[in-house]
């Protein structure tokens, strides 16, 4: 449901060549506030190898959609992202970090705890 299906409506019919229709009732669809957000991460823990592949994905539990995203990293002004998920290709020293996302209904914005990243080891091109 979205806002604008708020109204009123009946059900027609016809009843042999009769056209009879229900009463109307009246729908209000609510704006439900953006809550309960949460991170995943993939590899879990947060701890990646150099080079590795990371996945971190963002859920919003409760919220009226459409939903915006925006991903950030604490000391970085940047913007890294802006979907529900955020990947990280050949990850390097870097991208360790504290991350968190944003989500936006339009009207109101939540964010989600941070989630420590840390990238571990060495990198050898030759291993992949």
């Excluded at 009463?23 to 609510?30: E, F, M, S």
């Excluded at 991350?99 to 936006?104: E, F």
Aim: hydrophobic share 35%; net charge negative.
């Amino acid at each position: 449901l979205q806002l604008h299906h708020s109204g009123h409506y009946r059900c027609k019919g016809f009843v042999g060549s009769w056209l009879s229709q229900s009463a109307a009732v009246t729908v209000t669809v609510h704006r439900v506030l953006l809550s309960g957000m949460s991170l995943s991460v993939q590899p879990p823990r947060g701890q990646v190898a150099l080079g590795d592949h990371l996945v971190l994905s963002c859920v919003v539990a409760t919220g009226t959609g459409p939903l915006s995203f925006s991903w950030h990293r604490e000391g970085s002004g940047a913007l890294l992202g802006t979907g529900p998920c955020l990947e990280l290709h050949h990850v390097g020293d870097k991208d360790s970090g504290r991350y968190h996302c944003r989500a936006s209904d339009g009207d109101s914005v939540a964010e989600s705890p941070t989630l420590n990243v840390t990238v571990m080891g060495e990198w050898d091109p030759r291993t992949e």
